[in-house]
Nanobody, 121 residues
């Protein structure tokens, strides 16, 4: 089945940068959109950034101008990247990779296991 493996999380000081990577393999459907979500303690999971099959991107207001999202293909694996700059303590959360798509008549919605990002001095 679909495999999503996130990496790149960690502890960073305010104002610092991190790059998250999600390796997506065994994709058996047409991908419509790939996205990063995050969930902070006591809060609901929220959409951070997305990129659709045409390459169009979208960002939550809280991260616009600071985060960028991109995707790369290599060796039958799709890499979803999230470059996070000017990090703030409020960016602290578990970040999840999501891939959604379809193979008619089925819809697919896959999630990674999450990677912790902590922004603290």
């Amino acid at each position: 089945q679909v495999q999503l493996v996130e990496s790149g999380g960690g502890l960073v000081q305010p104002g610092g940068s991190l790059r998250l990577s999600c390796a997506a393999s065994r994709i058996i459907f047409r991908i419509d959109v790939m996205a990063w979500y995050r969930q902070a303690p006591g809060k609901q999971r929220e959409l951070v950034a997305s990129i659709n099959s045409g390459g169009s991107t979208g960002f939550a207001d809280a991260v616009k101008g600071r985060f960028t999202i991109s995707r790369e293909n290599a060796n039958n694996t799709i890499y979803l990247l999230l470059q996070m700059n000017s990090l703030k303590p409020e960016d602290t959360a578990i970040y999840y990779c999501n891939v959604a798509g379809s193979s008619w008549p089925l819809r697919y919605d896959a999630w990674g296991q999450g990677t912790q990002v902590t922004v603290s001095s």
